[in-house]
Antibody, heavy 121, light 108 residues
Framework: QLQLQESGPGLAKPSETLSLMCTVS??????????WGWIRQPPGKGLEWIAT???????YYNPSLRSRVTISLDTSKNQVSLKVRSVTAADTAVYYC?????????????WGQGTVVTVSS | DIQMTQSPSSVSASVGDRVIITCRAS??????LAWYQQRPGKAPKLLIS???NLQPGVPSRFSGSGSGTDFTLTISGLQPEDFATYFC??????????FGGGTKVEIK
């Protein structure tokens, strides 16, 4: 059964680059049947889609975050990574990774438990 | 960008009630809409995809409908475990997978 597990530093300082990892077990991120994405949720607020990546390397980014984020795959470790540059307090959130199918009818059907990130000096 | 507007933002209901949550897209998205349930401190759970396609294991009291710009999630016979926050998401455009603002279903 597929499982996703996010990991991160917990605390980041303003202006730093935040690096997050999602380790996938029970399935391969190299499958051509799925996309892999990151979604975040600030405290007490709603969900914000950040980015999605396909096994081929094709990426899609939220236009509001595109200039500061990079999503990528490490197929040797079966991991999906996310980097957020120049973080501010507004980047404080729970960060989730999730899987979705490749068609428009598909949604994020499997999620990790999330990793909490606080940006503070 | 496609904007998704959910209403109401919160609703108070009793066990056994029927609850209807609406989601409106700023432009037509065919029936490419998903609904998620999120309990406090937990990750979202996919309930419905493609506007009305109930996911395996999701109780039949949940149903979705709509197409184009207007969609609804109906919970028929609210159960204690259904008190949670519900989000819609458009899945039509890979360039921007926008979520609605959420609807919190609270106990009356």
């Amino acid at each position: 059964q597929l499982q996703l597990q996010e990991s991160g530093p917990g605390l980041a300082k303003p202006s730093e680059t935040l690096s997050l990892m999602c380790t996938v077990s029970g399935g391969s991120i190299s499958s051509d049947r799925y996309y892999w994405g990151w979604i975040r949720q600030p405290p007490g607020k709603g969900l914000e889609w950040i980015a999605t990546v396909y096994y081929s390397g094709t990426t899609y980014y939220n236009p509001s975050l595109r200039s500061r984020v990079t999503i990528s795959l490490d197929t040797s470790k079966n991991q999906v990574s996310l980097k957020v540059r120049s973080v501010t307090a507004a980047d404080t959130a729970v960060y989730y990774c999730a899987r979705r199918g490749i068609t428009s009818r598909d949604a994020f059907d499997i999620w990790g438990q999330g990793t909490v990130v606080t940006v503070s000096s | 960008d496609i904007q998704m507007t959910q209403s109401p933002s919160s609703v108070s209901a009793s066990v056994g009630d029927r609850v209807i949550i609406t989601c409106r897209a700023s432009q037509g998205i065919s029936n490419w809409l998903a609904w998620y349930q999120q309990r406090p401190g937990k990750a979202p759970k996919l309930l419905i995809s493609a506007a009305s396609n109930l996911q395996p294991g999701v109780p039949s009291r949940f149903s979705g409908s709509g197409s184009g710009t207007d969609f609804t999630l109906t919970i028929s016979g609210l159960q204690p475990e259904d008190f949670a926050t519900y989000f819609c998401q458009q899945t039509n455009s890979f360039l921007s997978l926008t979520f609605g603002g959420g609807t919190k279903v609270e106990i009356k």
